[in-house]
């Protein structure tokens, strides 16, 4: 996340860039024994908060590709087991005093990462 080293250079954060990445057998059976389980958000900002909308230990967003549709015209999340479970990650980390979000495409991710580094102030650059 260029952006985030850029924007916010003081601020600790972590990516999960392998993620996507094909694992030998044996090497993804023993990273995933070291999980607590999957669907862990893609980015994670060990920063505190206080947001318009509440304070937070940190924020988490599990980033999903420009054009994704993640919802129905209902709101309902789209039938997906990968997606459902990373919703409910995200739900499980909300419960826990985290922001945590879905981020379609770079401006949606850069307007939630903003609005949380900032407390829900405008920003002007």
Not at 70 to 82: I, Q, V
Request: net charge neutral.
């Amino acid at each position: 996340m260029d952006y985030l080293k850029l924007r916010y250079s003081w601020a600790i954060f972590r990516t999960d860039f392998a993620a996507g990445l094909k694992l030998p057998a044996a090497v993804a059976i023993r990273h995933s024994k070291l999980q607590s389980g999957s669907g862990f958000p893609d980015l994670f900002i060990y920063e505190p908060a206080h947001v318009l909308y509440g304070e937070y230990h940190g924020l988490a967003l599990e980033l999903k590709a420009e054009g994704v549709e993640l919802y129905k015209k209902d709101g309902a999340l789209r039938a997906n087991p990968h997606v459902e479970e990373q919703a409910a990650v995200l739900q499980k980390l909300r419960e826990r005093g985290y922001d945590a979000h879905f981020a379609v495409g770079f401006d949606q991710a850069r307007e939630k990462i903003d609005l949380y580094m900032t407390g829900g102030k405008p920003t002007f650059f």
